[in-house]
Each structure stands twice: as C-alpha cells, then as structure tokens.
C-alpha cells in the first residue's frame, strides 16, 4: 500500500568527477565523486605542487619521496637532476679514488676534448651533452698526459665502459694505448706458467690452486684410481694430454 504524498525517485543521477571533470552517471545512493576506480586513487593520493630547480617548471609529486627518495620535490625529472647536481657541484673540491677533482685545469681539459671531438662518441658515434672524456694512455700509468689534449677522445657511458673490459679491442681501434699497458704488463708480476696476472707463489690462480692441491701447477686430475697415470694440461694450449 503506497503511502499518501509519495514520489519515487530516479534510480541514478549524472554527476561530474572531481579528477577528471568528466560526466558519469551513477546511482543516487553513491556518493559519486569519481568515475572510475584509477579517479578515485587519484583523489585519495596527497599531491604536492613545487617548481624545478633546474628548468623552473611546475610538477606535482607524492610527499612520500621526500622521505623515500633522495633530492625528491627537487627536479621533475632525471634529466633535470642530473643536470642541476653537475651544476650545484661545480665549485666543490671533489677528489675520488680514482684522482678525479674539479679542479680548473681538468675542466679546461675536458671542455677541450669536447669541442674537438663534437660531443660525439669515438666509436659509436652517439652526441651527448655531458659525453664522458676517456685517457688513451692511462692517468695511473702516464701522469704526465693526464692534461694533454692528444690523449683524449670522446666515449659514452657505455662504450668508456665497453673499452677498460676489451683492452685488446680497443687497443686495435686506438682507443687504448700500446705502450702504458705493456709497461704495466712488464712492472707487475706474470704467472710462471701461462704469463697471467700473479696470484700467489709465482702463479695465476688457477695454476695456484693446482699447485697447492696436486703440487705441479699442470696436474689436473688422475685417470681412474689415485695410482693411475696422471693427466696435464698444456701451459699454453690447455689441451688434455696423456
């Protein structure tokens, strides 16, 4: 039985998302603020508005990468970050391991090698604004070139990286120089057998390790019983042999 003065309503209702600004219809018992699950996430997140160090442009970010992020709500991107770091670090006094500083000289030097070379990489010809300046003749090695524009050349990251792996392919393609590691190679210590870098002993590591268990560096194991005939291997080949 209806009651008197009753006026059923519509089951759902067109509202517009708060996220998206899109109209959706949804039923009048919901509260409709957004039109789909991904708005509705959106609106739940805390968003903080700030301008970039490095390119002045606006960008919204989580506040959980201030905590979780080092320099988060600094730059909008990797590219700015990495640009504004070099930027920021400029005038520090920096010296690593590997006797890098910013010092002046290494600047001049840098920019130089740069400019002769285009920005481009010496062997796969990719450009770069912050391209990576790579030592034919080794800093270690040849301290006296470490500021010569002739020792240089242009690499990127992952050909600088490609060529201390290869030195005997870079070496061909002029990327390393003959000369400083052959001056290392005679300076260090060479394993007795095969001429590898010395371990222990006069020997390689491997070498080393067949030394200490079988007591010849060339024994490798014996055939069949601990009285049976004994293999070797070749110094040079390491070919089985009887």
Same mark, same amino acid.
């Given at each position: 039985?209806?009651?008197?003065?009753?006026?059923?309503?519509?089951?759902?209702?067109?509202?517009?998302?708060?996220?998206?600004?899109?109209?959706? *219809?949804?039923?009048?018992?919901?509260?409709?603020? +957004?039109?789909?699950?991904?708005? +509705? @996430?959106?609106?739940?997140?805390? !968003?903080?508005?700030?301008?970039?160090?490095?390119? *002045?442009?606006?960008? +919204?970010?989580?506040?959980?990468?201030? =905590?979780?992020?080092?320099?988060?709500?600094?730059?909008? *991107?990797?590219?700015?970050?990495?640009?504004?770091?070099?930027?920021?670090?400029?005038?520090?006094?920096? !010296?690593?391991?590997?006797? @890098?500083?910013?010092? %002046?000289? /290494?600047?001049?030097?840098?920019? +130089?090698?740069?400019?002769?070379?285009?920005? %481009?990489?010496?062997?796969?010809? =990719?450009?770069?604004?912050?391209?990576?300046?790579?030592?034919?003749?080794?800093?270690?090695?040849?301290? /006296?070139?470490?500021?010569?524009?002739?020792?240089? =050349?242009?690499?990127?990251?992952?050909?600088?990286?490609?060529?201390?792996?290869?030195?005997?392919?870079?070496?061909?393609?002029?990327?390393? *120089?003959?000369?400083?590691?052959?001056?290392?190679?005679?300076?260090?210590?060479?394993?007795?057998?095969?001429?590898? @870098?010395?371990?222990?002993?006069? &020997?390689?590591?491997?070498? &080393?390790?067949?030394?200490?268990?079988?007591?010849?560096?060339?024994?490798?194991? %014996?055939?069949?019983?601990? %009285?049976?005939?004994?293999?070797?291997?070749?110094?040079?080949?390491? /070919?089985?042999?009887?």
């Amino acid at each position: 039985m209806k009651r008197s003065g009753f006026k059923r309503l519509p089951g759902r209702v067109e509202k517009t998302c708060q996220q998206c600004g899109v109209i959706f *219809s949804v039923h009048r018992c919901r509260v409709g603020t +957004a039109c789909s699950v991904k708005c +509705a @996430r959106l609106l739940k997140r805390t !968003r903080v508005t700030r301008i970039c160090r490095n390119c *002045s442009a606006e960008f +919204a970010f989580a506040p959980s990468q201030l =905590k979780h992020y080092k320099g988060g709500g600094k730059y909008c *991107s990797r590219l700015c970050k990495a640009k504004g770091t070099i930027k920021e670090t400029a005038d520090k006094p920096i !010296r690593d391991r590997y006797g @890098r500083s910013n010092r %002046t000289a /290494d600047k001049d030097w840098q920019l +130089a090698v740069r400019e002769r070379d285009d920005y %481009t990489c010496q062997r796969c010809g =990719k450009q770069e604004d912050y391209i990576h300046t790579h030592h034919v003749a080794p800093r270690s090695i040849r301290p /006296d070139l470490i500021h010569d524009i002739d020792n240089g =050349k242009c690499l990127c990251a992952h050909c600088h990286l490609w060529c201390h792996h290869h030195p005997i392919e870079a070496r061909a393609l002029g990327l390393l *120089s003959n000369d400083p590691y052959e001056r290392a190679k005679k300076e260090r210590n060479s394993c007795s057998v095969c001429g590898d @870098r010395c371990f222990g002993l006069g &020997y390689c590591r491997m070498h &080393y390790k067949r030394f200490k268990k079988y007591g010849d560096p060339l024994l490798t194991r %014996t055939r069949g019983y601990v %009285t049976g005939p004994p293999l070797r291997v070749s110094a040079t080949h390491r /070919d089985w042999g009887g």
